[in-house]
């Protein structure tokens, strides 16, 4: 819980310098924090942006950060608006719940007495962070690079300078879990594709992906509307026909589908059939209709996986809707939005012999692999 200052010339001697030639990307890990304590692992220094003091907090010692009238409070010093903290370069970095991060860390007060907590860090280190969540780290190692490049893109596309953070730690990004689970694997992944980003036309590919199509990708413009973009307009995938994850059913009691049509403003009191109503051209559904007592009801497909959540309702490729005791028995195909690439069809691939490019090629058509300069 101490704070030392250190004397201002031995500071700028030992700060880490921030100087980044590779990209760097800013990693919003809590947002709207009414305050959180962290774990010093080794020698990191807080330096307070507006008057330009720097601490240094002792090893292996936790401290509590909390925000007091638009300011930031470490260990008992009110200290400005705006915090930094740095590992010492080489060094340990800090633990926030038990998750490990390296980067520098750029605490802010946020309006409503909250705080405001961004890493920033290089992008390849980043990539430590996000594979070992968003894909198996027992994958093939060709499916590991596919992945690399395939969130390396998705993550520098995500840049947007204008705004405190590039992107959030969780899905509506890529989740980032700090730097727990890197095994050697991963690493070889990271560092053979070192900078090797997709591109079309010149520019970075959104490189979404998700954890299995079910047999044949989405289109981004089904999926969200995006224009017509040919890596990302859907092929068919018969790779990934072997996974548990190619085909899931849900049981969904009457009562529960009568609530969700009744928060859209249904006032139907029982239901007739369920049925898709409208499909994209990969087979997914866009609309589900329901038939009741009183009339039809049509409703998005993407708001029944929000509504009955989507690790239940896997994905909008549903290919039978049957009444069942009391409920609807929904059944479907593949896990995730099914836009870009297919994590079970890139593992199946590379167990069959297949390079990461040619992966990627398969899942992005008419994509180009090139090197960040
Ligand atoms: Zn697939």
Redesign the pocket.
Known sequence: MRLKTLAPALAAALLFSGAADAAEIRVGIRLGTPSFRLRTDGQVFVRDLSSGRRYLLVERSPYEITPVDGLVRVAGETLGPEISLEPKEGDLGVRINNVFYRGRLAVKAAPGGLLNVVEHLDIEDYLEGVLPVEMSPGSPLEALKAQAVASRSYALKRLSPSRDYDVTADVNSQVYNGRNNVNGRIKTAIEKTRGQVLTYKGRIVTAYFHA????H?ASSTAAWGENVYKPLYGVK?P??ST?RHSNWKLYIPERDLLSFIQKQGSTSLSLKKVRVAKKDKSGRALRIAFDTEQNTHYAEAKAMRTAFGNSDFRSTYITSVSPTSGGWLFKGR?WGHGVGM?Q??AAAMANKGRDYKRILRHYYPGASITVLK
């Open positions: 299995c199509c079910g047999g990708t995938d790779f990934c996974s593949g297919c079970s069809g």
